[in-house]
């Protein structure tokens, strides 16, 4: 039994040592030199920022630099030591160069910054052969790039030259082309045996472009470098075209950060803010920036509403309450008078000022003592009838003004919003009150509901909520509920 657990146990330990490489992080080493004080050559100016600006950028998307600036012949072979170590199994590997090269018999030579060339044996022995850079890259079981800015003039012409009527050798402008080996990429800065321009700005036309895409995410490496053609190309004026050799099986990204469709693929139905923000700074030339600019619109404005509308409804609220208790003591004083005056025709006597209450500031009436005090009194509270009927008339028509003043509030909120126009309702008339009022219900102020204190209030959406809907179909969020309400506020 104990040997079948020991075994087991080793099965799974096993499993979990096989599955470790398919969940490490790929690996990524790039090689970037950049030689520009050159003590036999014409100086460069721009190829030390070519280096370090490129450095930079393959750091940002994952790679393990080995960097150098202004190399001599060891330098040169250390860096390349160095990179050929690391490279090894290596998911992807890169070499970057930014200096003086050239061809010679048809193989090509990068120049460290002290080299001196006169002759074919300086030629080998004081410069870095192309094909050694290749050894290094090979050394790698994933994606080999190689991008050479160095196609400048060749500066030794005029010195080999001069051999080249003894000796059997050529010596041609510009670089010669690489043999395209299989997973390999292979970029010049222009078309072989042409000679690119060294560039008035901080980089070279080439590297300046190759930085600019690389910082694209979800560019594959074949359409990175077409667009940084057409970048050189246009920047030029035409003078320059790199030249591209490619020979991968797959898709290949040197940047594999989220593109802008995938994170608003993410972001499109948050209500996060900042997120939003975030999409918008990150990416400011991205066809959903105008997407995100709207749904940002859209949270700004519910948050707004919202506010608008709690404040509002505080205000409204207790306006209403204040005219329900008005409400209810006029009712109570028109029924009190209707009594009153019911029992003088009757003959009874009305309630005496300590039976019947009394509204507060009036004074109570005498109590008639003769047929004309009779006919005084039943006048008196005729009249007293009638005010109190006006005055419940009044309350009445303040009700539903206060409705319409609340219709009218939620009008101005949605033409604020700028997204829904609503035909004004007609203001209709407060109809005339009864002698007899209505049977009012037994609940309170605050159990009611402030649609029931309202009149003529309508069934559809309000204008803050078809103005939301609205919103949300113009994002493409509308569900089979928001499009019955959005029937109804159309």
């Known amino acids: 039994m104990a040997a079948i657990i020991r075994f087991c146990a080793l099965i799974g330990l ?12 790929e690996r990524r080493v790039a090689l970037v030199i950049g030689n520009s004080a050159y003590k036999n050559a014409p100086a460069l100016p721009n190829t030390v920022n070519d280096a370090r ?5 393959l750091r940002r998307v994952g790679f393990e630099v080995v960097d150098g600036v202004d190399l ?9 030591t160095r990179f050929a170590r690391l490279a090894q199994d290596a998911d992807a590997v890169m070499f ?10 048809g ?7 002290e080299a001196r060339v006169d002759d074919e044996v300086s030629v080998q022995y004081e410069t870095t052969r192309l094909a050694d850079v290749v050894t290094a890259l090979n050394f790698a079981k994933g994606v080999k790039i190689m991008v050479l800015d160095a196609c400048r003039n060749n ?7 001069k051999k080249q009527a003894t000796r059997g050798f050529s010596v041609g402008s510009g670089l010669a082309p690489v043999a395209r080996a299989q997973g390999m990429v292979i970029a010049y800065a222009t078309q072989a045996n042409d000679v690119a321009a060294d560039g008035a700005g901080r980089n070279s036309p080439f590297t300046a472009a190759l930085v600019q895409e690389i910082q694209q995410p979800g560019l594959e490496v074949a359409t990175l470098f077409r ?6 190309y246009d920047t030029t004026g035409g003078r320059q075209t790199p030249e591209l050799s490619l020979s991968l099986l797959g898709d290949f990204y040197l940047n594999r950060e989220e593109t802008d469709a995938d994170v608003w693929r993410r972001i499109r139905a948050s209500d996060d803010s900042a997120a939003l923000k975030a999409f918008v700074q990150r990416f400011p030339q991205s066809f959903f920036v105008l997407d995100a600019r709207t749904r940002l619109d859209l949270i700004e404005r519910r948050s707004l509403e919202s506010g608008e509308r709690e404040r509002l409804g505080r205000e409204f609220a207790e306006r209403e309450r204040v005219l329900l208790e008005r409400l209810e003591q006029a009712e109570k004083d028109r029924k009190q008078a209707a009594v009153d005056l019911a029992k003088r025709d009757s003959g009874e006597a009305p309630a005496t000022p300590v039976d019947r209450p009394q509204a507060p500031g009036t004074r109570p009436p005498a109590v008639p003592k003769t047929a004309a005090d009779d006919k005084a009194e039943r006048e008196r509270l005729a009249k007293q009838l009638s005010q109190r009927e006006s005055e419940l008339a009044a309350l009445e028509k303040e009700k539903a003004r206060l409705g319409e003043e609340r219709r009218a509030q939620e009008q101005a909120m949605a033409a604020r919003l700028g997204t829904l126009i609503i035909a004004p309702q ?15 219900t037994d609940r309170s102020a605050a159990e009611r509901k402030p649609s029931e204190l309202l009149v003529n209030q309508e069934s559809k959406p309000s204008a803050g909520l078809c103005a939301e809907i609205l919103l949300r179909a113009q994002l493409g969020e509308i569900t089979a509920a928001n499009r019955e309400q959005l029937k109804q506020c159309r």
């Open 14 to 25: 096993l499993t979990q040592l096989l599955a470790v490489p398919a969940l490490a992080e």
């Open 53 to 57: 600006d490129m450095a930079a950028s």
């Open 72 to 80: 001599d012949k060891r330098g040169m072979d250390a860096v390349l």
């Open 96 to 105: 970057f160069f930014a200096g003086h090269g050239f061809q010679f018999n």
């Open 107 to 113: 193989e090509n030579y990068l120049v460290p910054i």
């Open 155 to 161: 500066p030794f012409v005029s010195q080999l030259a």
């Open 227 to 232: 667009r940084v053609q057409k970048i050189v």
């Open 426 to 440: 007609p203001v209709q008339e407060a109809p005339p009150v009864p002698l007899i009022a209505p049977q009012r």
